[in-house]
């Protein structure tokens, strides 16, 4: 059964350093989300992204991060800067088609130091 | 106006038992509401859904419950089994958005043997 897969599963960086969370999406998926959820706390929206460019953002989603989908198969979260406060588990989604079932990935936890 | 307000936080049923979980809403553009069941160490994984002009949806031992006037929705589970235990999370998908899902806060069910 495909699965959505993420790497690192964990990944524990300094606060300031630059981070990329990848992900690799269902092979014939056109929608891309990425979440977030901090120890204890609820899965938050970050962003979506369609058709090579993000459709919609959160509040959280500020510039210090960024999305990219590089080659046909990667989809990627950046952190700029990372403040001890991104310490999160980040989960990637896919979808065949816009409001269809989100498939998500097992999460990457980000530790920042 | 975001929100999804979840309820219990925490949930032990004996094998056997009902298991019910209740959300609620404020925002009358949300139009579809899913269910997510998270294991630990995995992302959420979609369990049933319903759209608001349907008042229950029953998928085997899982049951949604959704009263529209009131903005309710609950989950109910039949004959609860260990392999139930898990977190749940409510969410709810506005309309015109992205479709990313606006999560509710979680309820961490155990079934006890």
């Known amino acids: 059964e495909p699965e959505v897969t993420q790497t690192p599963s964990h990944q524990v960086t300094q606060m300031g350093q630059e981070v990329i969370l990848r992900c690799v999406p269902i092979?014939?998926?056109?929608?891309f989300y990425w979440y977030r959820q901090i120890l204890g706390q609820k899965v938050e929206f970050l962003v979506s992204f369609y058709n090579n460019e993000i459709s919609e953002k959160s509040e959280i989603f500020d510039d210090q991060f960024s999305v990219e989908r590089p080659d046909g198969s990667n989809f990627t979260l950046k952190i700029r800067s990372t403040k001890l406060e991104d310490s999160a588990m980040y989960f990637c989604?896919?979808?065949?088609?816009?409001?269809?079932?989100?498939?998500f990935g097992p999460g990457t936890r980000l530790l920042v130091l | 106006q975001q929100q999804v307000k979840q309820s219990p936080q925490s949930l032990i049923v004996q094998k056997g038992g009902i298991s019910i979980i209740n959300c609620a809403y404020e925002n009358t553009a949300f139009d579809y509401f899913p269910w997510y069941q998270q294991f630990p160490g995995k992302g959420p994984a979609l369990l049933i859904a319903?759209?608001?002009?349907?008042s229950e949806k029953k998928e085997g031992r899982f049951t949604i419950s959704f009263n529209k006037s009131a903005k309710q929705f609950s989950l109910h589970i039949m004959d609860s089994q260990p392999g139930d235990s898990a977190t749940y999370f409510c969410?709810?998908?506005?309309?015109?958005?992205?479709?990313?899902?606006?999560f509710g806060s979680g309820t961490q069910l155990t079934v006890l043997p």
């Open positions: 319903i759209r608001p002009d349907v």
């Open positions: 969410a709810a998908i506005r309309s015109g958005s992205a479709r990313q899902l606006t």
């Open positions: 092979s014939n998926h056109l929608y």
């Open positions: 989604a896919s979808s065949e088609a816009r409001g269809i079932t989100q498939y």
